[in-house]
């Protein structure tokens, strides 16, 4: 198995981009979504937590993944020794009636497939995503960790109504009025598979896998609309939607780890065993939902070694990367909280793996 690193698009620097290889990755993760560019309460610190106004606004509806701008930064992340394994989340801008299954919706598959074969040419083998309807929603941030490192968490659900206009906790309409009418569970499964049954062909033929990312924080319900991937065995009916072998997961220990019935370890197993984990975000957590919060990578409710003893039996072959991390208390918070789970990991692989 590999490590890798996860960057949000303006992270990615020369300078992080040296930090990532000096912590002992192979390969990184870049979020080409900026959930930070117009949200006031989302300084441009360590992640957002999701509050009732999302991460603010979406993208450019017209303006698409381009392949001079990948390959720009492709040559960019490989001058510094490292491989570009995934593009983590589509923009709500170029995809938001395809979740709503709103009048663009033809138009938006029609930009998807063109955002995944350009992805293809440009040499990249995966894209995570994120087929959800209120997104990251609900999330708290506290002095969570050991010696009061500060980390995200869960404490309740909310249930504020998502208003019009907005999807995946990114707004792509702010003229837009009113609430989101409520979908019902099953119809939201019926508009994932025939998302899937459009768009795997054409990723089968680009040599890209798209991986799914469970819903965070995985809740039956949460802004009043219900969510699909929030059981340890939801993975099993999302696979068995559409048997394409680019049909994987982006396996999110973390919001895994969160779920409710616990069964973290065996759905590592299953999934790992046919195949079907693209790449993991390594997280640590204590407690369930609705009552969680993000710890250290060593101090969680899961035993991070196990998960790679593990994946290793089944040899898995993808990558790893930390997701986010506590905050420590230094000069550079972010920096220190990602190298402590970055030699964790290396460690942990290591010792288990034996690379
Ligand atoms: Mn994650």
Same mark, same amino acid.
């Given at each position: 198995?590999?490590?890798?690193?996860?960057?949000?698009?303006?992270?990615?620097?020369?300078?992080?981009?040296?930090?990532?290889?000096?912590?002992?990755?192979?390969?990184?993760?870049?979020?080409?979504?900026?959930?930070?560019?117009?949200?006031?309460?989302?300084?441009?610190?360590?992640?957002?937590?999701?509050?009732?106004?999302?991460?603010?606004?979406?993208?450019?509806?017209?303006?698409?993944?381009?392949?001079?701008?990948?390959?720009?930064?492709?040559?960019?992340?490989?001058?510094?020794?490292?491989?570009?394994?995934?593009?983590?989340?589509?923009?709500?801008?170029?995809?938001?009636?395809?979740?709503?299954?709103?009048?663009?919706?033809?138009?938006?598959?029609?930009?998807?497939?063109?955002?995944?074969? /350009? %992805? #293809?040419?440009?040499?990249?083998?995966?894209?995570?995503?994120?087929?959800?309807?209120?997104?990251?929603? !609900? *999330? @708290?941030?506290?002095?969570?960790?050991?010696?009061?490192?500060?980390?995200?968490?869960?404490?309740?659900?909310?249930?504020?109504?998502?208003?019009?206009?907005?999807?995946?906790?990114?707004?792509?309409?702010?003229?837009?009025?009113?609430?989101?009418?409520?979908?019902?569970?099953?119809?939201?499964?019926?508009?994932?598979?025939?998302?899937?049954?459009?768009?795997?062909?054409?990723?089968?033929?680009?040599?890209?896998?798209?991986?799914?990312?469970?819903?965070?924080?995985?809740?039956?319900?949460?802004?009043?609309?219900?969510?699909?991937?929030?059981?340890?065995?939801?993975?099993?009916?999302?696979?068995?939607?559409?048997?394409?072998?680019?049909?994987?997961?982006?396996?999110?220990?973390? /919001? %895994? #780890?969160?779920?409710?019935?616990?069964?973290?370890?065996?759905?590592?197993?299953?999934?790992?065993?046919? !195949? *079907? @984990?693209?790449?993991?975000?390594?997280?640590?957590?204590?407690?369930?939902?609705?009552?969680?919060?993000?710890?250290?990578?060593?101090?969680?409710?899961?035993?991070?070694?196990?998960?790679?003893?593990?994946?290793?039996?089944?040899?898995?072959?993808?990558?790893?990367?930390?997701?986010?991390?506590?905050?420590?208390?230094?000069?550079?918070?972010?920096?220190?909280?990602?190298?402590?789970?970055?030699?964790?990991?290396?460690?942990?692989?290591?010792?288990?793996?034996?690379?």
């Amino acid at each position: 198995m590999k490590l890798g690193f996860g960057l949000y698009r303006h992270n990615v620097t020369p300078d992080n981009l040296a930090f990532a290889r000096q912590c002992g990755a192979t390969h990184v993760v870049v979020h080409l979504v900026d959930y930070f560019r117009q949200a006031a309460d989302n300084p441009r610190g360590d992640q957002p937590t999701g509050g009732q106004g999302g991460w603010g606004r979406a993208g450019d509806p017209d303006r698409l993944w381009d392949l001079g701008e990948l390959r720009e930064m492709r040559a960019m992340i490989e001058d510094h020794g490292l491989s570009w394994y995934a593009i983590e989340n589509f923009d709500p801008a170029h995809w938001h009636d395809v979740l709503l299954d709103g009048p663009q919706r033809a138009a938006q598959i029609d930009k998807l497939k063109t955002m995944i074969r /350009t %992805v #293809g040419a440009a040499g990249i083998r995966v894209i995570g995503y994120n087929f959800s309807l209120a997104g990251v929603a !609900g *999330r @708290i941030s506290g002095p969570f960790a050991r010696g009061g490192a500060v980390g995200s968490g869960m404490s309740g659900v909310d249930e504020t109504p998502i208003p019009r206009g907005m999807v995946w906790n990114m707004t792509y309409d702010p003229d837009a009025e009113g609430e989101l009418e409520l979908v019902d569970r099953e119809v939201l499964w019926g508009r994932y598979e025939r998302f899937l049954a459009d768009v795997l062909p054409v990723a089968e033929e680009a040599g890209v896998v798209l991986a799914a990312h469970p819903d965070d924080p995985p809740v039956p319900v949460i802004r009043g609309q219900p969510r699909m991937l929030y059981e340890t065995t939801s993975f099993r009916r999302l696979v068995g939607l559409n048997p394409s072998p680019s049909n994987q997961i982006d396996f999110c220990l973390g /919001t %895994v #780890g969160e779920m409710a019935d616990g069964g973290v370890y065996e759905a590592v197993d299953e999934q790992s065993a046919q !195949g *079907r @984990i693209a790449y993991m975000h390594f997280r640590n957590i204590r407690g369930k939902v609705p009552d969680y919060r993000e710890t250290f990578i060593d101090e969680g409710d899961t035993d991070m070694l196990r998960v790679i003893s593990i994946l290793k039996a089944n040899l898995y072959d993808g990558v790893l990367i930390p997701d986010h991390a506590p905050q420590m208390a230094c000069d550079a918070p972010w920096h220190a909280g990602m190298a402590f789970a970055m030699g964790y990991m290396t460690a942990a692989i290591r010792a288990v793996d034996g690379i």
